[in-house]
């Protein structure tokens, strides 16, 4: 591992949602739909593309925390 | 919209808010780690090894999808009820349906990179898995407020509070 990957991936992870999060508390502060809003239209109207989703997100969650077991 | 949907939305922003400072200072901790940090001896750390770590990720993660559910519930205060829906208005917001088709070509992109450095040995290149487990060895508890935060904005952002049933979603 390098210092440059783990930037990398800390930009990614809390950095790509901290932007994401602030879009949708300034959409909600202005009175707007927030981004949540109009994704959770999108998504209630394509369930499939919800439930591939949490099926992906469970996914990840079994593969990269329960992977931690024994080094 | 309901009499108290002003309500609703001042503690949506509260709660969006504290999410925010919560992401903000956890973000510029992981820079803080990564500059002063020794990123080259992850795995020598007794956390990163210890079973336990792993598995309370995974249900802190699972409990944040349950408590974004219930901030939703705020939302749907907001919105006077479920959400109504209508082909128009999902037809009007293309530009939705163009981001999550950019997040899933980015989110393949990043598993393909896994799988590629899963099968191959040695560490090289190293996987998202060997950073996510560095991560939870260098702060077990930072990490665990990460996957919940994480949780938290999956659950309220794709498991709304909706009277609709998957099956008949155009029905009211």
């Known amino acids: 591992m390098t210092k440059i990957g783990f930037f990398i991936f800390v930009a990614a992870v809390p950095g790509l949602l901290w932007f994401v999060a602030l879009f949708d508390w300034y959409m909600t502060l202005r009175r707007k739909a927030p981004l949540g809003h109009h994704l959770q239209v999108f998504l209630l109207a394509h369930p499939w593309l919800a439930a591939v989703l949490a099926v992906v997100y469970a996914a990840m969650l079994a593969h990269f925390f329960l992977h931690i077991d024994h080094g | ?172």
Do not use: Q
């Not at chain 2, 408590?67 to 749907?76: A, N, Q, S």
């Open chain 2, 1 to 172: 919209m309901r009499a108290h949907a002003e309500t609703s939305r001042k503690v949506e922003l509260v709660v969006l808010g504290g999410l925010l400072l919560i992401l903000g200072a956890m973000l510029f901790y992981g820079f803080f780690r990564v500059i002063v940090g020794d990123v080259t001896h992850c795995g020598e750390k007794r956390f990163a090894t210890v079973w336990p770590t792993g598995v309370e990720l995974a249900a802190v993660s699972v409990v944040g999808f349950v408590v974004g559910r219930l901030v939703g519930y705020l939302r749907k205060s907001r919105y006077g009820g479920p959400l109504v829906l209508n082909r128009a208005a999902v037809g009007s917001d293309a530009v939705v349906g163009w981001a999550l088709m950019g997040f899933l070509i980015f989110a393949t992109v990043l598993l393909g990179y896994e799988t590629f450095a899963v099968v191959h040995p040695g560490g090289d290149p190293p996987p998202i898995t060997s950073y996510v487990r560095c991560a939870a060895a260098d702060n077990p508890w930072v990490s665990e407020l990460a996957a919940f935060i994480l949780g938290v904005l999956l659950g309220n952002w794709i498991w709304y509070p909706s009277s609709k049933r998957p099956w008949r979603p155009w029905k009211s």
